[in-house]
């Protein structure tokens, strides 16, 4: 998914479970480190918490 590409990116972020959110993408984390590759996410107006690559249906670069 090439999560990478969002790093420091404005997104959305659409997940498998129906919830769509927008918000800041602040590092991406490698599956070297864990299970699976990750997102640090802060969501608008929420607190920032990590998003898996498994958790994710789509996600798209906002302005």
Do not use: A, N
């Not at 479970?17 to 802060?42: A, P």
């Amino acid at each position: 998914m090439k999560l990478w590409l969002y790093t420091r990116k404005r997104v959305k972020i659409e997940f498998k479970d129906g919830d769509v959110l927008t918000g800041f993408i602040r590092d991406y984390i490698d599956q070297e480190d864990t299970d699976y590759d990750e997102l640090h996410f802060k969501p608008d107006g929420q607190e920032d918490f990590f998003v898996g690559e498994l958790e994710i249906k789509s996600i798209e670069i906002i302005e």
